[in-house]
């Protein structure tokens, strides 16, 4: 009973952060709504129904476009046909495949922060482990058969985004050299190598002007875990939770996982007790830059299909908030990968039948990740008591110290 009250406490801050930033953002939306607002004097209490009426209209178009409309999938299963079933699911299917590469990303900001180590350069890595992965894919085109290249692909893409990783972990094991700095300064070096690669014509899709590779579909393709037309879901999505899964082991049940939160608690109590503070610095950043790595592999020959230079997206930046608000667990991060998924993919209909900008869905997710940064104020905002001080986890900034 106790655990179960443990995580119901753990979980009401991130929730109600969520729920916060939305509330926040219905306030935003209800004031710019100006069709509504210029008949105040005339009408006000019609006025300001309106415009709530709008966001409820626009939360509701965010779920469905998140989720799907629950009658439209209900008549396309009764129906059989494939196409509506495609056409019913896809919303669904659309937000796993936008939480995906969030997935990896979240997992290897999570596990550099456990070790006090933070990666700002996921974006970086998750770009070179898709370089990787397309050069691997091209030059063993025709050689070898299909599942070889996509191992192989895949396989690539850990390496470089490993090796990638590696760098501004030895950089700061070896020379104290600040992690966020090389990162940052590492992921423009990634974009310009990449833009330098896409350049060279035995990359480059034939007869395009702009840095993009060859289509890489017809080489290899991560399969489809639901084989309908127009469904981009594919078993990259499953390698995600296995990620998460295998990293949750790691952190909490292996003697290494132990030394490299052990690091990220103290540097100094590591080295007391004879742990490598240094290795477990190399170590979570080389582990960090692999699974960025590997999620830039499975989308450029998974759900993308093609390099470029836009691939990535921001998608290490969001999931620096994405640990944070998981609470740097990896059950956490997969679930807040799905609310970002969410969010991101309901907020097009959202925009769409409501007239509502996309940007305002930026606003709002900054609004979320506001709120998760300053949890005493959402306490003091809900009346929620603090945890006892035996539960209190440090945060990573709190945990690490100078090398």
């Given at each position: 009973?106790?655990?179960?009250?443990?995580?119901?406490?753990?979980?009401?801050?991130?929730?109600?952060?969520v729920?916060?930033?939305?509330?926040?953002?219905?306030?935003?939306?209800?004031?710019?709504?100006?069709?509504?607002?210029?008949?105040i004097?005339?009408?006000?209490?019609?006025?300001?129904?309106?415009?709530?009426?709008g966001?409820?209209?626009?939360?509701?178009?965010?779920?469905?476009?998140?989720?799907g409309?629950?009658?439209?999938i209900?008549?396309?299963?009764?129906?059989?046909?494939?196409?509506?079933?495609?056409?019913?699911?896809?919303?669904?299917?659309?937000?796993?495949?936008?939480?995906?590469?969030?997935?990896?990303?979240?997992?290897?900001?999570?596990?550099?922060?456990?070790?006090?180590?933070?990666?700002?350069?996921?974006?970086?890595?998750?770009?070179?482990?898709?370089?990787?992965?397309?050069?691997?894919?091209?030059?063993?085109?025709?050689?070898?058969?299909?599942?070889?290249?996509?191992v192989?692909?895949?396989?690539?893409?850990t390496?470089?985004?490993?090796?990638?990783?590696?760098?501004?972990g030895?950089?700061?094991?070896?020379?104290?050299?600040?992690?966020?700095?090389?990162?940052?300064?590492?992921?423009?070096?990634?974009?310009?190598?990449?833009?330098?690669?896409?350049?060279?014509?035995?990359?480059?899709?034939?007869?395009?002007?702009?840095?993009?590779?060859?289509?890489?579909?017809?080489?290899?393709?991560?399969?489809?875990?639901?084989?309908?037309?127009?469904?981009?879901?594919?078993?990259?999505?499953v390698?995600?939770?296995?990620?998460?899964?295998?990293?949750?082991?790691?952190?909490?049940?292996?003697?290494?996982?132990?030394e490299?939160?052990?690091?990220?608690?103290?540097?100094?109590?590591?080295?007391?007790?004879?742990?490598?503070?240094?290795g477990?610095?190399?170590?979570?950043?080389?582990?960090?830059?692999?699974?960025?790595?590997?999620?830039?592999?499975?989308?450029?020959?998974?759900?993308?299909?093609?390099?470029?230079?836009?691939?990535?997206?921001?998608?290490?930046?969001?999931?620096?908030?994405?640990?944070?608000?998981?609470?740097?667990?990896?059950?956490?991060?997969?679930?807040?990968?799905?609310?970002?998924?969410?969010?991101?993919?309901?907020?097009?209909?959202?925009?769409?039948?409501?007239?509502?900008?996309?940007?305002?869905?930026?606003?709002?997710?900054?609004?979320?990740?506001?709120?998760?940064?300053?949890?005493?104020?959402?306490?003091?905002?809900?009346?929620?008591?603090?945890?006892?001080?035996?539960?209190?986890?440090?945060?990573?900034?709190?945990k690490?110290?100078?090398?």
């Amino acid at each position: 009973m106790s655990r179960v009250t443990s995580l119901f406490r753990r979980a009401a801050i991130p929730v109600l952060s969520v729920v916060t930033g939305l509330l926040f953002g219905g306030i935003v939306i209800v004031l710019t709504d100006f069709d509504h607002l210029s008949q105040i004097g005339t009408d006000p209490v019609g006025a300001i129904g309106g415009a709530i009426g709008g966001v409820v209209d626009a939360y509701g178009a965010m779920l469905s476009g998140a989720f799907g409309d629950p009658t439209r999938i209900l008549t396309a299963l009764q129906t059989g046909d494939g196409a509506d079933i495609a056409k019913a699911i896809r919303p669904i299917t659309e937000t796993l495949v936008a939480a995906m590469p969030l997935i990896f990303a979240g997992l290897a900001v999570a596990i550099s922060f456990r070790a006090g180590m933070f990666n700002i350069g996921a974006d970086g890595q998750l770009l070179l482990g898709a370089l990787g992965a397309t050069i691997t894919a091209i030059v063993l085109a025709d050689k070898v058969p299909a599942p070889v290249i996509l191992v192989a692909s895949i396989g690539a893409a850990t390496v470089v985004g490993g090796a990638w990783g590696f760098l501004p972990g030895f950089l700061k094991a070896r020379t104290g050299a600040h992690e966020v700095i090389t990162t940052i300064m590492l992921t423009y070096v990634a974009k310009l190598l990449v833009f330098f690669a896409l350049r060279s014509p035995y990359l480059r899709a034939a007869g395009s002007t702009s840095p993009i590779s060859k289509d890489l579909t017809p080489i290899v393709d991560v399969p489809n875990i639901i084989n309908l037309p127009g469904l981009r879901l594919d078993y990259g999505f499953v390698v995600a939770l296995l990620m998460a899964v295998a990293v949750s082991w790691l952190l909490f049940k292996t003697t290494k996982g132990f030394e490299l939160r052990a690091a990220g608690f103290s540097l100094s109590a590591a080295r007391y007790a004879g742990m490598s503070a240094g290795g477990s610095m190399i170590v979570a950043m080389t582990l960090s830059g692999a699974l960025a790595g590997m999620g830039g592999g499975l989308m450029v020959i998974g759900t993308v299909g093609q390099l470029s230079l836009d691939l990535s997206n921001g998608i290490g930046f969001n999931a620096i908030a994405l640990a944070l608000l998981a609470g740097l667990r990896p059950s956490g991060v997969v679930l807040a990968a799905l609310l970002f998924g969410a969010l991101t993919q309901g907020g097009k209909l959202m925009g769409v039948e409501s007239g509502i900008p996309f940007d305002l869905l930026f606003f709002i997710m900054a609004l979320v990740i506001m709120f998760v940064a300053a949890p005493g104020l959402i306490r003091g905002m809900w009346r929620i008591k603090s945890k006892p001080a035996a539960e209190i986890e440090a945060t990573p900034a709190s945990k690490a110290t100078p090398a």
